[in-house]
């Protein structure tokens, strides 16, 4: 242990003469300690909602999904199916037609999106998973089945387990502009809803799961698809085989990973965590400031030990020394008791559940606040906190060094 570093922690917890000298710098450590506290409590809370919302987008949106590059549609083409196969990492490649439409059920009515899939569908995407009344089933060439969004049910009173009311399925027929009768400018077909899933809202309240072949008799029979979704055998490897597919397929189709479609919620969710970090980060900063005012009030009560420590050979630069390692120790065990108290508080949370979101009605996907621990997230903290704690701390020790100087 160094001279420096024994002095430093000997004034850190040796009693003072005034008593103020002694509050300030307790209060200095408390403030760490709730800074970090709260520092790693909020990260580990965002990672938590960020794995939340991850994993749901996973369960509906494809690993890679291929769109056109111009156009709503392109063709059906057995083809492609087998050329983008050849890819390795390929596992399963589903074709799914999408298309607005106007649903009717008993008096209730809305407005959605009609999602057609083929019956590699579940072996891309989990919505399977997430059914909470009925079945996913999308009938087969004798019976059209239909799987509602839980909020679209709801609205339509749609019952899968004891209705055998057909749910009626309205989009406008292509190139009917020009018809003179109103009738003739829309297709509506009907299939029976078997099943409510359940995902967030944002899919709830929006789709309705159809068999590919009824969406293509829907839409006047064309042989024509929205987008291929492919599930991959590594998903470590997602954007080298993004740009695999990308190569093999050319400039005609745009080929994206996951975050891609989905590029604005998770450029949001990263600046929503990194403004959140500055924020307590500035709160760190501001309780710092006591810092300032402890060490201050030191120099001016250890003005005699400055002058015993300059007889006795002490250089200016080893006293400065001296009060900077005595801001960041009380900076260190303030952050070091946060940052444990954080991690079981975290821990706790994610064992037992005891931070409920909402109330006993509530319509969230789980009913607590999600916790994941990582950890660069302690990194973090600790560098914050040091990083504030050497400014605040230099200033006054600056002073005693200054002072160290002027004694002869």
């Known amino acids: 242990m ?120 579940n072996d891309v995407a989990l919505v399977k998973n997430y059914v909470r009344r009925g079945k996913f089933s999308l009938g087969d060439s004798d019976l059209s089945y239909a799987v509602v969004g839980a909020n679209i049910g709801y609205q339509l009173g749609v019952d899968v387990e004891q209705g055998f009311e057909a749910l009626s399925i309205t989009v406008p027929r292509k190139g009917s502009a020009s018809s003179f009768s109103p009738t003739g400018e829309f297709s509506m077909m009907q299939a029976l809803p078997v099943g409510l899933f359940s995902i967030q809202q944002e899919f709830d309240s929006r789709y309705v799961f159809v068999s590919l072949d009824f969406t293509k008799q829907l839409l006047g029979g064309e042989n024509n698809i929205s987008a291929l979704e492919i599930k991959l055998k590594d998903n470590t490897r997602l954007e080298d085989t993004r740009e695999e597919i990308a190569q093999l397929l050319g400039e005609r189709f745009t080929v994206k990973t996951r975050y891609e479609q989905k590029a604005e919620t998770y450029r949001v969710m990263l600046i929503e965590r990194w403004v959140t970090t500055a924020i307590l980060a500035f709160i760190i900063l501001i309780i710092s400031f ?19 420590l300059k007889a006795m050979g002490a250089d200016a630069a080893l006293i400065q020394k001296i009060y900077l390692l005595n801001g960041i120790l009380g900076s260190l065990i303030g952050a070091a008791t946060g940052l444990l108290l954080g991690y079981l508080v975290c821990a706790a949370q994610m064992k037992f559940h005891f931070l409920k979101l909402g109330g006993a009605d509530s319509s969230f996907v789980i009913d607590y606040y999600p916790v994941k621990l990582k950890w660069i997230d302690p990194l973090v903290t600790a560098a914050i906190i040091i990083s504030i704690s050497l400014i605040a701390a230099y200033f006054p020790a600056k002073k005693a060094g200054e002072s160290a100087m002027n004694f002869k």
């Open 2 to 121: 160094t001279l420096a570093f024994r002095i430093a922690f000997r004034y850190l917890f040796s009693k003072k003469s005034t008593n103020a000298i002694n509050l300030i710098s307790w209060v200095s450590m408390a403030g760490m300690a709730v800074g970090a506290f709260a520092l790693i409590v909020v990260l580990s809370v965002f990672n938590g909602f960020e794995g939340l919302v991850l994993s749901l987008y996973s369960s509906f949106y494809p690993d890679i999904e291929v769109r056109a590059a111009q156009g709503k549609t392109f063709e059906d083409d057995p083809a492609l199916l087998s050329k983008i196969y050849t890819i390795t990492n390929v596992s399963s490649i589903s074709r799914t037609l999408s298309e607005n439409a106007y649903l009717e059920y008993g008096e209730q009515s809305h407005l959605a999106t009609v999602k057609g899939v083929d019956d590699k569908y």
């Open 290 to 308: 006591n810092i300032i005012g402890s060490l201050s009030m030191l120099v001016l009560e250890k003005t005699k030990d400055i002058s015993i």
